[in-house]
């Protein structure tokens, strides 16, 4: 195998670079946009394949760019000024990058940047061998998170200098290997660190705990990552054996019993056991949904619709039993599957006329919106309506149009959905939002909302938003048909 190696920039290129970040970038973005349009075909394979070096080394010492960027907006909360909450929010909705390329890029930085502390000082980085490794051009985001991945299972018995040694060789070893070939690395470290599992204590389960329900596939199915520690382990194979147990909780069988096998007639589920044709993995799933069908029958009422079960439709798919429901919490459920959960558990259903879409208008003079008006808005909005968010509704406010301090009304066509990242970045300021509910037009009752004033700006001038993101995520028109109302003088 022939390795190619690079050319390395000659030193008299800085002289024509800028100092200017912003100029830098856009110096960056035209290398970009020159290369991708240059003709290829008359270069010879060497050409290509150094090309090719090059380019991956620049697309690494970009990651370490990338993650100096991202330290210094974090540590000035700059995010705030695009009107977002968060870094995570701001990578993911305000770069378009998504949850888990924003997720990748935080933890990369947080590994190999470096970040201010209370008093100023510029802090080294938590990797440092990494950082330099990101900085030479020698490997990516991909190896810097698979260190990361190593580096947070070492046991906290392990010495700072013996922690700090493990980092150095992983990123020794990252430069010839691939992160497959990291991960691999890593596992054998820590195993000679680590030997007989001695060192693993219960601080290290707690911090390594977690479970994390996935997003649902093609055919609205969902898969379970979690790490368990020994007592719900333990606890999780009692309840899977008495609820698990062969003709217990089957869901086709409508003879079989419910609950545990302790509290059923020992001949009913011998009988049931006999038609159970089920695996033992779809045992232990019915076992689990009836407990959890259980527990949400016996929770106590709340006036919050986070913890139940509430689903929107249209009149005409409940009555043709076919399409696809919402959960509050942004689960879809086919409809044949959400009678069967109706028949054990009746879930509040938020039924809409499905040829106008109107809610019903559900007026109220106070502060907090009732409960019927958060079952319509869940039914209108389905989840927070900021452009660009996925929130589900379980997880948004009652936002009023206009503020109710202001003396507006709170009836629902004054109340829109939005999750707490975005109801507290609307107002008037540079970088908040301004939101309301149209009056006229195609979008009549949606909610829409644009930044105020507007805070982006190009080399074509400032650019104006108007985005509905209701549903269909549609474009309003240049032209505003419903200008927002003028709002009422103080006093």
């Given at each position: 195998m022939t390795t190619i190696i690079a050319e390395p920039i000659s030193p008299d290129l800085d002289v024509l670079l800028p100092d200017d970040p912003v100029a830098l970038a856009a110096v960056a973005k035209a290398v970009a946009v020159k290369l991708a349009a240059l003709p290829l075909a008359a270069s010879t394979e060497g050409e290509l394949l150094t090309a090719a070096e090059s380019l991956e080394q620049a697309r690494r010492r970009f990651d370490a760019a990338d993650a100096a960027v991202l330290v210094e907006i974090s540590d000035r909360g700059a995010y705030r000024t695009a009107g977002y909450l968060s870094l995570h929010a701001y990578l993911s909705g305000g770069l378009r990058v998504g949850d888990g390329a924003a997720r990748r890029r935080r933890v990369a930085a947080a590994a190999i940047g470096r970040f201010t502390n209370m008093l100023g000082q510029t802090l080294e980085p938590r990797c440092p061998a990494t950082a330099?490794?990101?900085?030479?051009?020698?490997?990516?985001?991909?190896?810097?998170?698979?260190?990361?991945?190593?580096?947070?299972?070492?046991?906290?018995?392990?010495?700072?200098?013996?922690?700090?040694?493990?980092?150095?060789?992983?990123?020794?070893?990252?430069?010839?290997?691939?992160?497959?070939?990291?991960?691999?690395?890593?596992?054998?470290?820590?195993?000679?660190l680590d030997p007989d599992g001695q060192l693993t204590d219960d601080r290290d389960r707690r911090r390594l705990r977690g479970l994390a329900l996935m997003p649902q596939d093609r055919q609205l199915m969902s898969a379970l990552r979690t790490r368990l520690t020994p007592g719900l382990r333990a606890d999780l194979e009692i309840m899977l054996q008495s609820w698990a147990a062969p003709g217990m909780n089957n869901p086709d069988d409508p003879a079989s019993p419910t609950g545990a096998v302790e509290s059923a007639d020992p001949a009913v589920v011998a009988a049931a056991a006999e038609r159970d044709d089920r695996t033992p993995m779809q045992r232990n799933h019915d076992a689990l949904h009836a407990l959890l069908i259980l527990a949400r029958q016996q929770s106590p009422a709340s006036g919050s619709l986070r913890s139940e079960l509430v689903v929107t439709i249209t009149d005409a798919e409940l009555a043709a039993h076919a399409g696809i429901a919402l959960t509050a919490t942004g689960t879809r459920v086919p409809i044949s599957e959400l009678v069967r959960l109706a028949a054990a558990a009746t879930p509040h259903?938020?039924?809409?006329?499905?040829?106008?879409?109107?809610?019903?208008?559900?007026?109220?003079?106070?502060?907090?919106?009732?409960?019927?008006?958060?079952?319509?808005?869940?039914?209108?909005?389905?989840?927070?309506?900021?452009?660009?968010?996925?929130?589900?509704?379980?997880?948004?406010?009652?936002?009023?149009?206009?503020?109710?301090?202001?003396?507006?009304?709170?009836?629902?066509?004054?109340?829109?959905?939005?999750?707490?990242?975005?109801?507290?970045?609307?107002?008037?300021?540079?970088?908040?939002?301004?939101?309301?509910?149209?009056?006229?037009?195609?979008?009549?009752?949606?909610?829409?909302?644009?930044?105020?004033?507007?805070?982006?700006?190009?080399t074509g001038g400032p650019h104006r938003w108007q985005i509905n993101t209701i549903h269909h995520a549609e474009l309003l028109p240049t032209t505003d048909p419903d200008p927002p109302p003028t709002p009422p003088a103080p006093g």
């Amino acid at each position: 195998m022939t390795t190619i190696i690079a050319e390395p920039i000659s030193p008299d290129l800085d002289v024509l670079l800028p100092d200017d970040p912003v100029a830098l970038a856009a110096v960056a973005k035209a290398v970009a946009v020159k290369l991708a349009a240059l003709p290829l075909a008359a270069s010879t394979e060497g050409e290509l394949l150094t090309a090719a070096e090059s380019l991956e080394q620049a697309r690494r010492r970009f990651d370490a760019a990338d993650a100096a960027v991202l330290v210094e907006i974090s540590d000035r909360g700059a995010y705030r000024t695009a009107g977002y909450l968060s870094l995570h929010a701001y990578l993911s909705g305000g770069l378009r990058v998504g949850d888990g390329a924003a997720r990748r890029r935080r933890v990369a930085a947080a590994a190999i940047g470096r970040f201010t502390n209370m008093l100023g000082q510029t802090l080294e980085p938590r990797c440092p061998a990494t950082a330099d490794a990101v900085a030479d051009g020698q490997i990516g985001v991909d190896h810097v998170l698979e260190i990361d991945a190593v580096l947070t299972r070492i046991p906290a018995a392990v010495t700072t200098d013996v922690r700090e040694g493990a980092e150095a060789q992983l990123a020794a070893v990252a430069r010839t290997l691939t992160p497959a070939g990291v991960r691999t690395a890593g596992v054998r470290l820590l195993a000679h660190l680590d030997p007989d599992g001695q060192l693993t204590d219960d601080r290290d389960r707690r911090r390594l705990r977690g479970l994390a329900l996935m997003p649902q596939d093609r055919q609205l199915m969902s898969a379970l990552r979690t790490r368990l520690t020994p007592g719900l382990r333990a606890d999780l194979e009692i309840m899977l054996q008495s609820w698990a147990a062969p003709g217990m909780n089957n869901p086709d069988d409508p003879a079989s019993p419910t609950g545990a096998v302790e509290s059923a007639d020992p001949a009913v589920v011998a009988a049931a056991a006999e038609r159970d044709d089920r695996t033992p993995m779809q045992r232990n799933h019915d076992a689990l949904h009836a407990l959890l069908i259980l527990a949400r029958q016996q929770s106590p009422a709340s006036g919050s619709l986070r913890s139940e079960l509430v689903v929107t439709i249209t009149d005409a798919e409940l009555a043709a039993h076919a399409g696809i429901a919402l959960t509050a919490t942004g689960t879809r459920v086919p409809i044949s599957e959400l009678v069967r959960l109706a028949a054990a558990a009746t879930p509040h259903l938020a039924v809409f006329a499905h040829t106008t879409g109107e809610p019903l208008y559900l007026g109220r003079g106070r502060r907090l919106a009732s409960r019927a008006q958060r079952l319509m808005l869940f039914a209108r909005d389905r989840g927070c309506t900021a452009p660009g968010c996925a929130a589900p509704f379980a997880r948004t406010e009652a936002h009023h149009f206009p503020d109710w301090q202001d003396g507006g009304p709170t009836d629902i066509d004054h109340l829109g959905a939005a999750c707490g990242s975005h109801n507290r970045t609307v107002g008037t300021a540079p970088g908040q939002w301004e939101t309301r509910i149209a009056a006229t037009g195609p979008h009549t009752g949606r909610v829409h909302w644009r930044p105020t004033p507007p805070t982006t700006t190009g080399t074509g001038g400032p650019h104006r938003w108007q985005i509905n993101t209701i549903h269909h995520a549609e474009l309003l028109p240049t032209t505003d048909p419903d200008p927002p109302p003028t709002p009422p003088a103080p006093g």
